[in-house]
């Protein structure tokens, strides 16, 4: 219970902060005990907001997925073709229109990073020529870059992809 209350607590601070409230707000939602609304006794992890989406990870169905909230029409939005029964997914991100979700997912206990286009109904894997361990991705604004961690070098490094799946180079300081 105490994740579910921190996680979305959260959620509204950031909620204020994307929509440019100068104030905090509370979204009030009943609790449905079957999963289907915001607030459920399952545990909710990882949510990112958008001006109108809140995209989290959550354990409702028995497994890990991805769900999306639209709090504008206040219910959850029906993901087609993202998750995945043989998968446990996580740390999703959302564009600022909400077309683009980027997430960790975890299949035979091999981390990729996946990118779900919600308009095509279609989900990608963006590193599966990777070999790497990979986590923690997010997207810009716009969906057309994708930045995660990787550990490539021996070490924690961000690294940038397209929307296509191509690394992009990493810009230097200037001199």
Known sequence: MFVNVFAFALAI??????????????????????????????????????????????????SQD????????RRLVELPELNAIDTVASHPAISQDGRYIVFAASQEGKANIYLHDRQLRQTRNLTTSLKAEVRHPTISADG??????????????????DRAGQPLPVPTAPR
């Open 13 to 62: 601070a950031l909620l204020s902060l994307v929509s440019g409230c100068t104030g905090s707000r509370i979204l009030s939602f009943p609790v449905d005990a079957s999963g289907r609304s915001l607030n459920s006794p399952f545990a909710d992890l990882s949510p990112q907001v958008t001006n109108r989406y809140i995209v989290f990870a959550s354990d409702r169905n028995g």
């Open 144 to 161: 057309s870059t994708i930045a995660f961690e990787s550990n490539l070098n021996g070490q924690w490094d961000i690294v940038l992809y």
């Open 66 to 73: 991805i769900y999306l909230f639209d709090w504008v029409e």
